[in-house]
């Protein structure tokens, strides 16, 4: 089997990487250092991380005080306090004024397993997204962590980065770089679109697998940069094999379904399902269990597919 790992993993040590490198990087914690894994920053150069403890509102405002001063700054913290308990500070004074400020919190979605309905962020990306001058960024394994950090520090002012708990494979070779408004086709089809982010891509490739097997050619898509969106790869690509699923470990309100419908509807009206949380919280269990309890796993995906009448 594949080795796999967490995309919170290549949070803190891309971020000493990038201060290697000559990046005036800091980050803000929470309280979650250990977790979040910004403590190898602290252990590389403890004068780069600023820990206000449990009080998610202060980190906001420290962080932006901190890129007032020219820092690139990065916060930590859970996705479910990270972003929702201190929305109105990232709304009003992060991005009201295009800070420098790079939300990166760790724990995102079902997939924080255990944890239960209470820490299982499924709106942070419908809040980023609407927020004017955010970018937001999945990263569907490890390196595309990576790049995504990277990114997140050399795009000027508010970028999102959704890094989840539970290890996953790797979908991407280490060391790719990816880009801002990107999509990326990972693989190749003719009769249906399946366009995914963050660990629902490789459920997606899975499900493309179960697929072939059937005879039924499918095109995955990596959803990597929800905002901005691609259009024009994932246009092209609905126009090729006038079927669309959308997979997201995400609530389906707000997220990046939306945002396809949305691009599909004004560009190339077809055939759509979405495979996300519909309308509910979570609940404790494990990765995989919640996976296919909640119906977003590769089966669920197949299953999607199959209702859009394939001939």
């Known amino acids: 089997m594949a080795q796999t790992i967490a995309t919170r993993e ?3 040590e891309t971020l000493v990487e990038l201060v290697k490198e ?3 990087i800091m980050a803000v914690e929470a309280d979650l250092s250990g977790s979040t894994t910004t403590k190898k920053l602290q252990d590389y150069d403890s004068s780069r991380l600023v820990n206000v403890g449990i009080a998610e509102q202060n980190m906001i405002g ?3 005080g901190l890129s007032l001063a020219g820092k690139i700054v990065f916060t930590g913290s859970f996705a479910a306090f990270g972003t929702g308990r201190c929305y109105d500070q990232i ?18 979605g079902i997939t924080v397993g255990p944890d239960g309905g209470s820490h299982q962020m499924l709106e ?18 490890y390196a595309a962590a990576v790049a995504a950090i990277r990114l997140a520090a050399e795009t000027p002012g508010p970028v999102y980065v959704r890094m989840g708990r539970a290890s996953v494979p790797a979908v991407y070779a280490d060391g790719v770089e990816l880009e801002l408004g990107r999509a990326y086709t990972l693989r190749e089809g003719s009769d249906v679109t399946i366009v995914a982010c963050g660990v629902e891509v490789e459920q997606a490739l899975a499900a493309a697998d179960e697929l072939a097997a059937e005879g039924v050619s499918a095109e995955v ?5 929800v905002k901005p969106l691609d259009r024009a790869t994932i246009v092209a690509s609905a126009r090729k094999t ?22 599909l509807a004004e560009e190339c009206p077809v055939p759509m399902r979405f495979v996300g949380m519909d309308d509910r919280f ?6 995989e269990e919640l996976l296919a309890y909640f119906g977003l796993d590769s089966k669920a995906i197949v299953k999607a597919v199959k209702s859009l009448t394939l001939k």
Do not use: Q, W
């Open 62 to 64: 420290v962080a932006a």
């Open 221 to 225: 898509i990596d959803a990597f940069s």
């Open 124 to 141: 942070d990306i419908s809040l980023m997204a609407g927020l004017p001058h955010m970018r937001v960024l999945v990263p569907a394994d």
């Open 242 to 263: 006038g079927r669309v699923v959308v997979a997201e470990e995400h609530s389906i309100h707000g997220g990046l379904g939306t945002a396809v419908s949305r691009a």
């Open 91 to 108: 709304r009003n004074t992060v991005c009201y004024a295009s800070l420098d400020v790079k939300v990166a919190p760790t724990h995102a």
């Open 10 to 12: 290549g949070y803190g």
């Open 22 to 24: 000559g990046h005036d």
């Open 282 to 287: 979570g609940k404790s269990g494990e990765f």
